[in-house]
């Protein structure tokens, strides 16, 4: 077999590997729908996945105050009107029934200290 031909064989032998590669890629990407097929160097997020997303309201605004209906070391339960939720608290531990005010809101999240200035 001459230089020629071997080499021939080896790129040919190369082809098919990166045509099977690339036939299992398109498979996988087409089981897994979160992901488009990529152009260059992988699979991107669809941006339509994020198209749909929309921040969901919070339940309580910071400034709202409310009574702890659990201590608070430091996460809790406190009641605000009439809802239960789970709250955290800016690091003190706070005792059952005392007076709170929401400070932060992240995400899920709900941070609060308490409150002196309101009677519980």
Excluded: W
């Excluded at 990166?18 to 398109?26: C, F, I, Q």
């Excluded at 409310?66 to 009439?82: C, E, W």
């Amino acid at each position: 077999m001459s230089v020629v031909t071997a080499h021939q064989t080896d790129l040919t032998t190369f082809c098919k590997f990166k045509r099977e590669h690339m036939l299992r890629r398109a498979l996988h990407l087409s089981l897994n729908p979160g992901y488009a097929p990529a152009e260059a160097d992988g699979p991107i997020l669809r941006t339509s996945l994020l198209a749909g997303h929309s921040s969901q309201p919070t339940p309580v605004d910071v400034g709202a105050t409310g009574v702890t209906a659990s201590a608070l070391r430091p996460s809790g339960k406190a009641m605000f009107g009439d809802k239960y939720l789970d709250v955290v608290s800016d690091g003190a531990y706070i005792d059952h029934g005392t007076a709170i005010e929401v400070i932060r809101v992240a995400g899920n999240r709900i941070v609060v200290r308490s409150n002196p200035g309101t009677q519980s």
